[in-house]
């Protein structure tokens, strides 16, 4: 699953778990930069403002490479369904957007497994930015590109940023054949058509009555 | 399973030293720098730290500005690694990642700027240090290449070369086997001292297989510490004076 922050990705992913799991099918949740091998070292990076792109993409793809051996090689392997939420991808958009060379963050993600469906929620900065505002979440400096300098205010470097990291997954849409899912509709619609795309892999037969009754 | 994206092997040829060895950082340009890198690599046991340190007191005497740089020496990656490496929960690929953050860390907060300011930079060790761990455990050796294309090839490389013999004694005296140094996390078998032989032998294989590559200058690391910081001063004093006279010349027209 990809898409910006406030893109609603996670929580189409909650749904999208409950699902899987109520038809039977086992699955895990990754997420983005959670293991526990390189948390010291964003944490001090993070904490001093250190971080420059290039080591934020190193650490990023050491969390990747990690978390591949120990989270999702092995359940692929068993037979189970992995849901990340957020994929190499995420390193291709925000990277570059960070002025790291595109080509070579492509090579260093190389070793990646290819993923069978990979989800794009496409939302406009705008709605991202009021989702977030409303939830009264508390812009971070490098979720907000503050590490740029582009804007000293934190939600005007958000929009900036963001903007940028958009143009990239328009970019990945095509070059890796993401589907997108238009984020701005309703939950319950957004998670119908993810549904619908995850079927044509598992063969999961499902009425939208069924669907409405979960999500309900 | 299939691979997100196949890389294609880039074959770059001639590199220009003090320039990136592939598409580097785009938004830290590097050209016409003043700075010199200057790379002593070799394995454990090789005399570097002393060779440096007598090389660092030589130019100092002379007026050059000096910094050193050392692997896994960074500020942001140093408790990680050593976390890491105690834990032995790092496989190759983490392993390889693990150091190449250390050495961009460096590389932009150290290497660059003194660069830019005209300094020489005197590394112990260098990314071909990284590459013969890697090369040994195995890792795609265009994908190693790929990945340190951001860094910088220096202006001289010298290679302490050592035999395989030498290069055991040496390390028992000094400070023994630990784990990595004995390549443990390949398995290659339970006696500690067999597999620390077959993992330092591969490893010098490794830096023989680079020479060329790389154009490391080779000196032989068995003669006296004196005997080779002579032939260290020569051949830098050669590059030194050559590198002024040019740029003395592109300056006057």
Redesign the interface.
């Known amino acids: 699953m990809e898409g910006i922050d406030g893109s609603g990705k996670t929580t189409q992913l909650a749904l999208l778990a409950k699902w899987l799991s109520a038809a039977g099918h086992p699955v895990l949740v990754t997420e983005w930069n959670s293991s526990a091998?390189?948390k010291?070292?964003t944490k001090?990076?993070k904490k001093k403002n250190?971080?420059?792109?290039?080591?934020f993409s190193?650490?990023h793809?050491?969390d990747f490479?990690?978390r591949?051996?120990y989270n999702i090689?092995p359940p692929?392997k068993a037979g189970m369904i992995v849901l990340a939420d957020r994929y190499?991808y995420t390193a291709f958009a925000r990277d570059a957007a960070?002025?790291?060379?595109r080509?070579?963050v492509?090579?260093?993600?190389?070793?990646?497994?290819?993923p069978d469906l990979a989800v794009y929620f496409r939302v406009p900065i705008e709605v991202s930015t009021d989702r977030l505002m409303a939830r009264r979440v508390k812009l971070k400096f490098y979720e907000a590109g503050l590490d740029m300098g582009w804007s000293s205010n934190a939600v005007e470097s958000f929009r900036i940023f963001q903007g940028k990291v958009l143009d990239e997954y328009d970019r990945l849409v095509e070059e890796f054949g993401l589907s997108v899912v238009n984020a701005v509709g309703s939950i319950t619609e957004q998670q119908r058509t993810f549904r619908k795309l995850v079927s044509q892999h598992l063969q999961i037969e499902e009425t939208d009555e069924q669907l409405d009754e979960q999500l309900a | 399973m299939n691979s997100l994206t196949s890389s294609s092997p880039d074959v770059e040829s001639t590199i220009r030293p003090g320039s990136y060895y592939g598409n580097g950082i785009p938004y830290l340009p590097i050209d016409g720098y003043p700075g010199k890198i200057i790379a002593i690599e070799g394995t454990d046991g090789v005399g570097r730290s002393t060779q440096i340190r007598l090389l660092r007191e030589w130019l100092e005497v002379q007026g050059y500005g000096v910094i050193e740089t050392g692997w896994t020496r960074s500020e942001l990656m140093q408790p990680t690694i050593e976390l890491a490496k105690a834990s032995n929960t790092l496989n190759k690929l983490t392993f390889v990642l693990l150091y190449a953050t250390d050495f961009a860390d460096r590389l932009e907060k150290e290497i660059i700027p003194a660069l830019k300011a005209g300094f020489i930079v005197l590394s112990d060790r260098y990314i071909y240090t990284a590459m013969a761990r890697a090369g040994v455990r195995g890792v795609d050796r265009t994908w190693m290449r790929n990945l340190y294309g951001f860094a910088i090839a220096p202006h001289l490389v010298f290679y302490l070369k050592i035999d395989e013999k030498t290069l055991i004694r040496r390390v028992l005296q000094s400070r023994g086997m630990d784990f990595w140094e004995s390549g443990m996390d390949m398995k290659l078998g339970d006696d500690i001292y067999e597999s620390f032989r077959a993992y330092q032998r591969s490893l010098l294989r490794e830096y023989t297989s680079m020479a060329d590559e790389f154009g490391f200058r080779v000196l032989d690391a068995r003669r006296k510490v004196e005997v080779i910081q002579d032939e260290l001063r020569r051949q830098i004093g050669a590059f030194l004076a050559e590198s002024e006279t040019s740029a003395a010349t592109t300056t006057t027209g």
């Open positions: 091998l390189v010291a070292a001090t990076g250190s971080l420059t792109p290039m080591t190193l650490l793809a050491t490479a990690d591949l051996l090689v692929l190499a960070r002025g790291v060379d080509r070579w492509r090579e260093l993600y190389s070793f990646a497994v290819k």
